[in-house]
């Protein structure tokens, strides 16, 4: 088994920034891929960023250049950094484990999921 634990979420101004922690624990493999996921009331999880091990990453469209993904593997952690946060932002923010190696966008690619951490923009 696999926890994973968010925190970081918060309110914030739209053009400020949040930075979301992701810890892992339990039976982590060390070549598992990382995501991180968004949802709002009525919609599908949508992907926001991935990371492999070895540090590659992918990023959706929509937060291309203001999202980094990042991790830490001694401390296996990985962080979400959110800068000019847009309303439409808002959202329930997971981590989740990846199946494979290279991180997906979909999310059965992934199996591990944590609770979520609620992140609000205001305009």
């Known amino acids: 088994q696999v926890q994973l634990e968010e925190s970081g979420g918060g309110l914030a101004q739209a053009g400020g920034s949040l930075r979301l922690s992701c810890v892992a624990s339990?039976?982590?493999?060390?070549?598992?891929?990382m995501g991180w996921f968004r949802q709002t009331p009525g919609k599908e999880r949508e992907f926001v960023a991935a990371i492999m091990w070895t540090g590659g990453t992918n990023y959706a469209d929509s937060v291309k250049g203001r999202f980094a993904i990042s991790r830490d593997n001694a401390k296996n952690t990985v962080y979400l950094q959110m800068n000019s946060l847009k309303p439409e932002d808002t959202a329930v923010y997971s981590c989740?484990?990846?199946?494979?190696?290279?991180?997906?966008?979909?999310?059965?690619?992934?199996?591990?999921w944590g609770q979520g951490t609620q992140v609000t923009v205001s305009s």
């Open positions: 339990g039976r982590t493999a060390i070549t598992e891929s």
């Open positions: 989740a484990r990846g199946r494979r190696v290279v991180p997906g966008k979909r999310v059965e690619e992934y199996d591990y």
